[in-house]
C-alpha cells in the first residue's frame, strides 16, 4: 500500500504550487497524528513549506529570482478558513488589490471572518481576520465573494468597461460560469455587474 505521506504528497501536488494547507486537508489519508509526522517529514525533505505554525503551502521556486515564491496569502486564509471552520471574505480593499483594482502593494491583508480576531505575521505582511457580520453569506466560491467584495468597496459610479476587462481577466471561461450562478443571489446593481463581466451584459 501507499504510504500515507505519499498520498499527502500526491494531492499536495495534485492541486498545484502556493496551494496552502493544514492537518485538516488530509483527514481521509490517515490519523491527525500520521497526518503531522508525515507534514513534518515532507518539510525537512524540503517539499513543502511550513507558513506558519500548523498551516503549509507547496512552494514555488522563481527561476528569475533564485528564490522561493513567497506564500500566497489568499490562499493562507483559506487554508486557515478551513482548519477553523470560520466562514470569511476578503474585506474591499484586500479584493480590490487581488483583482488588481489597487495599485498599492498591500502591507495588511484583511478578511472579513465569523470567527475569532486574528492577526498573522508572515514575512513582511500581515494576514488579518477581523470577526464581524458577514454579508454574501451564501457564496459557493471564494472567487465570487473576491468579485463581490471588490465592487461593493469600488461602488457603482466607478464600475466602467475598463473594470470589467480588469475583473475579467483573472478568471477563465469556466470560472466566470461560476461565478454567475454562484451569485444569483447576490441582489441589485452589484448582480448586474456580475453578469456584465461574465457573459457581456
Partial sequence: MESIKNRIYRRIRGKGYLWAFSDVD????GSREAVRQSLSRLVKQGKIRRVIRGVYDYPKYSELLKQQVSPDLSQVAQALARKFGWRIQPSGDTALNFLGLSTQVAAKIVYLSDGFNREYRIGKRSLIFKKTLLKHTGLKYSETALVVQALDALTQDRFNPKITKKIRSH???????????????VKGWIHKCIRIICVGG
Fill in 26 to 29: 488530509f483527514g481521509d489519508i
Fill in 171 to 185: 478568471f477563465d471561461e469556466v470560472m466566470l460560469k461560476k461565478i454567475l450562478l454562484d451569485a444569483q443571489s
